[in-house]
């Protein structure tokens, strides 16, 4: 009998033992997430620290450094020695050219539809046809809005008949939309999902093909000794998209929490259930069309000359098997 009962015992003991053991320990790290707190971009992050799946991919992130985006946020991330963040593609690439010790490791987003151009509800502007010869708000010369409308002005089959006017800010776009100073301005997610009963969309980006706006980038430093971190940060990052896709209403109550004021819980779900949608957001594999797509954006700006020899750029081999193609 007492042979049976520690038998018993220790059978029952191999499961939470194999547990333990099959669970690595987590490490405490910090990283930058561009626009993180204010823009869904960078959302899964949030729905991964909510959820657990950095501390079961052995990874323990301690903080998020918020960035507005630019080259700004890489010079902080690389300079206050952080391994791993998530910025603009065109950050990266012109940080890579500059000589930062930099790659992508995995893509974050592959579509724009989060921006999108509105105007007032009583203009009469419906479409982008009724937009040539009128005035449309974008942030600044040579921006990304810039790119993004001169787009899709050519994919609505009026190419360069937009008369764009720089504006700065999108709050300032659309204090100048309801003053009458431009026809149509640039709104984005969250925000549009917080103000739609102000505006009437004039137009969307859905029309255009997938583009890669937004990577993840890894050092040089942190690719050669912390390679388990590193696949450990892209896995959280993949199952928190499968889980927003799969539940978007429980993953806005995640994201809400985690932004704070800044995103109340029915505009995170409104804005959350949008993006899931569309499939705003990639588990991290590389489509090169996509982002080749952008680069050629980068092109028309002036911010890169040439094709882009990727084979210096990216690094896929952090991903899951299924996922490097």
Do not use: C
Request: proline share 4%; no cysteine.
């Amino acid at each position: 009998m007492t042979i049976t009962r520690h038998l018993t015992r220790a059978l029952a003991a191999v499961p939470l033992l194999g547990a333990l053991l099959a669970t690595p320990p987590a490490q405490a790290l910090e990283i930058m997430a561009s626009h993180y707190g204010a823009l869904l971009n960078t959302a899964p992050i949030a729905v991964a620290l909510e959820r657990g799946d950095y501390a079961r991919n052995g990874v323990d992130v301690t903080d998020v450094m918020s960035s507005v985006g630019g080259g700004t946020g890489i010079r902080n991330m690389v300079g206050g020695g952080l391994g791993y963040g998530i910025v603009s593609t065109s950050t990266a690439l012109a940080g890579i050219k500059q000589g930062m010790d930099i790659r992508i490791v995995h893509t974050a987003i592959r579509r724009v539809d989060d921006l999108l151009w509105v105007t007032r509800p009583d203009s009469g502007i419906s479409s982008i046809k009724d937009l040539v010869g009128k005035k449309v708000g974008i942030t600044a010369p040579k921006s990304s809005g810039e790119l993004l409308v001169n787009m899709a002005f050519e994919a609505a089959g009026y190419p360069g008949k937009a008369d764009m006017v720089a504006l700065g800010s999108v709050g300032s776009g659309l204090s100048a939309l309801e003053q009458g100073g431009v026809d149509a301005a640039l709104i984005l997610e969250p925000l549009y999902s917080a103000r739609k009963d102000r505006y009437k969309v004039a137009f969307s980006l859905e029309n255009l093909p997938s583009m890669t706006p937004t990577v993840g980038v890894a050092t040089g430093d942190f690719m050669r000794k912390n390679p388990e971190q590193l696949r450990g940060l892209l896995a959280a990052w993949r199952s928190a998209v499968n889980f927003i896709y799969e539940n978007p209403e429980e993953a806005a109550k995640m994201v809400s929490k985690r932004y704070g004021d800044t995103l109340p819980l029915n505009v995170a779900t409104i804005s959350m259930k949008r993006m899931a949608d569309i499939k705003y957001w990639s588990q991290g594999e590389f489509d090169m069309d996509a982002l080749n797509i952008w680069v050629k954006g980068m092109e028309r700006l002036g911010e890169w000359s040439g094709p882009v020899d990727w084979s210096k750029v990216l690094d896929n081999s952090f991903l899951a098997a299924d996922l490097r193609k």
